[in-house]
């Protein structure tokens, strides 16, 4: 081995760990918020009064409109940063029909709760396919 291999071993090494520690800090992430979850789930109240409870709902309305849109946008010109949008997109609709059903009222407040969700969950499966197939191929003649 000449120096010339070991120094691009090492920058390669370099490089790969650099790029390692963001998912280092994810795990560390993930460990940390068990213990979080534990303790919020013995401290928080079982209900609460929210202020600006519509704002809370349009924003989040807002925000899955506004990821249908630009992922629509970037994906009908080929861009492929729609597979992020649609990414987002995808984690917004469950967290939609996640809050929609946990906060809903008995009987036909939930039964609507359930059937946005699972209009929600289909937004939600469309995107992830889009965010994770193999996107659209063009012609290059």
């Known amino acids: 081995m000449t120096d010339g291999e070991g120094v691009s071993a090492t920058m390669t090494m370099t490089a790969t760990g650099r790029k390692r520690w963001p998912l280092v800090l994810l795990g560390a ?22 202020d600006n409870w519509p704002l809370a709902w349009i924003g989040l309305d807002v925000l899955m409109a506004t990821g249908c849109a630009a992922t629509a946008l970037l994906g009908l010109r080929g ?19 996640w809050f ?40 290059r003649r």
């Open 100 to 139: 929609d059903i946990t906060t809903a009222g008995t009987g036909a407040p939930l039964a609507e709760a359930l059937l946005c969700a699972v209009a929600e969950g289909a937004l939600a499966g469309a995107c992830v396919r889009l965010a994770v197939g193999k996107g659209r191929r063009t012609a």
């Open 79 to 97: 861009d492929p940063r729609s597979r992020l949008t649609a990414s987002a997109t995808a984690s917004v609709a469950v967290l939609d029909a």
């Open 29 to 50: 992430a993930a460990v940390l918020l068990v213990p979080w979850t534990v303790v919020l789930a013995l401290t928080l109240p079982g209900s609460t009064e929210v």
